[in-house]
């Protein structure tokens, strides 16, 4: 990234932006979606049907259910007894490994928008480019450490948005200008300093959408999750300079 910024955009122009590459790669995101949540549930099915955790958990909110409020300290009990049992870990562990495995795939579409913008042809194989050689351990890396800091963090709402805000722009600077994780934090958080309202509206306004597929169609879903990568990359090309 360049010392100087290019003049301050305005959030209209991110968004339009971002809803134009989404728009352009609607099959991408449908393959995405597919991809993931086949991938993420049956890894899913198999770490419940091995641990059990999720029917733990329905059995002592159903027991909560029968009895009413006053069956509130009991659930705490039995939820904290879950919690604290080994497969509540297990199975912690194996949605975080799938998740890991999973990210990567984000990637893809950075490589597909930039090839967009070059008016190059954009192929299949172009989705699963985050899983070339030793960067797929690059990127899997980073988001174990992003989740496990947020984890930490989620005690509170504002902590775990601020956290999202600093790192927002730590993949594409991995992907185009192989930063490493400490050095894209810097140089996003001196982007949140020069953008931060731009930022936090756009943030605000790819959450909302990435889920509202979910609230109207599920299968609306399929083609919403995947926005925010493209809010991410218009973001990134609005704010930083790449040396050539």
Do not use: H
């Amino acid at each position: 990234m360049q010392k100087q910024y290019p003049q301050k955009p305005g959030i209209d122009f991110i968004l339009k932006q971002a809803f134009f590459y989404w728009n352009k790669t609607l099959v991408y995101q449908l393959l995405f979606s597919i991809i993931y949540f086949s991938v993420f549930f049956a890894a899913y099915l198999y770490i419940e049907n091995r641990f059990g955790i999720y029917n733990q958990f329905s059995s002592a909110f159903l027991e909560y259910l029968q009895v009413g409020p006053k069956g509130i300290d009991t659930l705490n009990q039995e939820l904290a007894t879950i919690k604290s049992s080994p497969n509540y870990s297990y199975t912690t562990l194996g949605i975080l490994i799938v998740s890991a495995f999973l990210y990567p795939l984000n990637l893809g579409f950075f490589q597909i928008y930039r090839k967009i913008d070059l008016k190059e042809q954009i192929e299949m194989s172009d989705l699963f480019v985050g899983y070339n050689g030793l960067n797929f351990f690059r990127y899997t890396s980073y988001f174990v450490f992003w989740f496990l800091v947020c984890d930490m963090l989620k005690v509170t709402v504002v902590f775990p948005l601020l956290w999202i805000m600093i790192t927002l722009f730590i993949a594409p600077l991995m992907f185009f200008q192989n930063k490493t994780i400490f050095e894209g934090i810097s140089l996003s958080w001196k982007a949140i300093k020069m953008y931060f309202v731009e930022i936090l509206v756009c943030t605000i306004v790819a959450v909302l959408f990435k889920y509202v597929g979910f609230a109207v169609f599920l299968v609306g879903a399929l083609f919403t999750f995947p926005f925010w990568n493209a809010m991410i990359y218009s973001l990134y090309k609005t704010i930083f300079t790449e040396e050539a």
